[in-house]
């Protein structure tokens, strides 16, 4: 199975930036969609940006967040900008990879992202 590693998290101020990384240990090749999703304190996760094998996009703020794959080095990134307390969590990527006749979703281990206010 792939496993997924981020980086990039950390403590920023509101107003401010981050990006976030996902580095894939192996191939995604064949991938059908890679994603980040998020996890407030006490709330559900949920998905923040996606991208498909087509560079087909979802975001939750396009105004805010931007997701974009660097098909050269194979990493996924999410830059984050205007952040607000609300936007403090753990942010995980995925990938939904071909298995046989299916998929099979993998995860990172997650990344802290902490805003100030």
């Known amino acids: 199975q792939v496993q997924l590693v981020e980086s990039g998290g950390g403590l920023v101020q509101a107003g401010g930036s981050l990006r976030l990384s996902c580095a894939p240990s192996?191939?995604?090749?064949?991938?059908?969609?890679m994603g980040w999703y998020r996890q407030t304190p006490g709330g559900p996760r949920e998905l923040v940006a996606s991208?498909?094998?087509?560079?087909r996009t979802t975001n939750v703020d396009e105004g805010r967040f931007a997701i974009s794959r660097d098909t050269d080095l194979n990493v996924l990134y999410l830059q984050m900008s205007d952040l607000r307390a609300e936007d403090t969590g753990v942010y995980y990527c995925?990938?939904?990879?071909?298995?046989?006749?299916?998929?099979?979703?993998?995860w990172g281990q997650g990344t802290q992202v902490t805003v100030s206010s």
């Open positions: 995925f990938a939904d990879l071909p298995v046989g006749l299916g998929t099979r979703r993998s």
């Open positions: 192996g191939s995604i090749w064949g991938f059908n969609v």
């Open positions: 991208i498909t094998r087509a560079s």
